[in-house]
């Protein structure tokens, strides 16, 4: 069956979006209010345009992706990557097509550190009417939760280390616990993740201003608000870990964090606790931890202890490209592609993480 491909303005609410965006597995990058956040911190002067796209399919009308773009006078940035339901991904080189004949001519850029999406370069360069003109490479660190049948699968492919340092911790202190707050709960405990922030930032000669941090953590409250969390340990009577994430969709995203003294093992037992925490939420999603820029130095340390926890490296990239036009007749009618494969993950980093 033939497939036809129409772009529209978007006329979903806030809400809707945002479920959709869930759906297809989209980054917290994604969520409506982000959007404004995410043009504020990068595109400032871009005017955003969302947009739906449907599938018709033998008279029917289905909606099977969306995107947002920021309008520059120079640029056109998408904000992520195009959204699409997973079983409609094998679609994603007519969608892009189909986006781009509706937007028109001009400098684009796409991707980002947040998605879990493969590369997506050569595809691009395959549309015709486009020139690839810089390619970002990127690689995510994310525990792909669905490669375990369990938590406890999970916690026994740990790395030995890991677990010995959360023992550490539980034999430290007896009165070891772990508080997590939502929302607009977390302003309560934001104070601790920054006094806990400032300790490791001057143990490891990091540049560390307040007012910065204090700015982004608002805007994110503002704009993800049941979405943020923050989780402190304490233990002796003291605040000894924080760490600050987002929930969204399948996936957290890990944001921030601190501690007052990485050798008790409590940094260890509350990432294991926030790990246990985001597998229950979502056994199928990812732990996202970060991402490392081809172009910037590799922090060995950060590395290892994010093999640790058993992450996937995945590479994903940022892509600049210039659009010159589609010929007419090349977006619809599209036929249909054989579903996408799986993310690809290195599989020397899975290899060399499970010996470890």
């Known amino acids: 069956m033939s497939t036809t ?15 959709f965006a869930q759906r297809c597995g989209a980054s917290f990058r994604c969520a409506h209010k982000a959007l404004a956040l995410w043009q504020l911190d990068h595109h400032l002067p871009y005017r955003l345009r969302l947009l739906e796209i449907h599938a018709l399919r033998g008279g029917e009308r289905r909606k099977v992706g969306q995107c947002a773009v920021g309008i520059g006078l120079r640029q056109r940035v998408f904000a992520d990557s195009l959204q699409l339901l997973p079983e409609e991904r094998g679609l994603w080189p007519q969608a892009m097509q189909a986006v781009l004949g509706r937007l028109g001519p001009g400098e684009y850029r796409y991707g980002s550190q947040w998605s879990l999406e493969a590369p997506r370069e050569a595809e691009l360069a395959d549309i015709p009417g486009i020139s690839v003109t810089a390619v970002e490479p990127i690689t995510v660190h994310a525990v792909p939760f669905r490669e375990w049948g369990s938590w406890e699968d999970y916690l026994r492919g740990l790395s030995n280390n890991a677990r010995r340092n959360a023992r550490r911790a539980q034999e430290q202190f ?12 977390t302003l309560r405990r934001w104070g601790a993740l920054q006094g806990l922030k400032s300790m490791l930032a001057e143990r490891k000669q990091l540049d560390f201003r307040l007012p910065r941090q204090f700015l982004r953590f608002a805007m994110r409250l503002v704009a993800m608000r049941e979405n943020n969390f923050i989780a402190v340990a304490r233990g002796g009577g003291q605040d000894m870990a924080a760490f600050a994430g987002i929930d969204f969709g399948p996936n957290t995203y890990f944001l921030d964090s601190g501690a007052r003294d990485t050798r008790n093992g409590t940094a260890w ?82 290899v060399a993480a499970r010996a470890g």
């Open 174 to 185: 007896a009165d070891l616990s772990v508080e997590t707050r939502r929302g607009w709960e």
């Open 5 to 19: 491909l129409v772009i529209s303005d978007c006329a979903a609410g806030a809400a809707e979006w945002d479920c």
């Open 269 to 350: 037992h509350l990432m294991l606790a926030m790990l246990r925490r985001a597998y229950g939420r979502a056994p199928e999603g990812h732990f996202v931890m970060g991402a490392q820029y081809a172009r910037d130095p590799v922090d060995e340390g950060l590395h290892f202890s994010r093999r640790q926890c058993r992450a996937a490296f995945l590479p994903t990239s940022e892509v600049s490209f210039r659009y010159d036009g589609t010929p007419p007749g090349r977006v619809v009618p599209l036929q249909p592609q054989r579903a996408a494969p799986a993310l690809p993950v290195a599989a020397e980093e899975l």
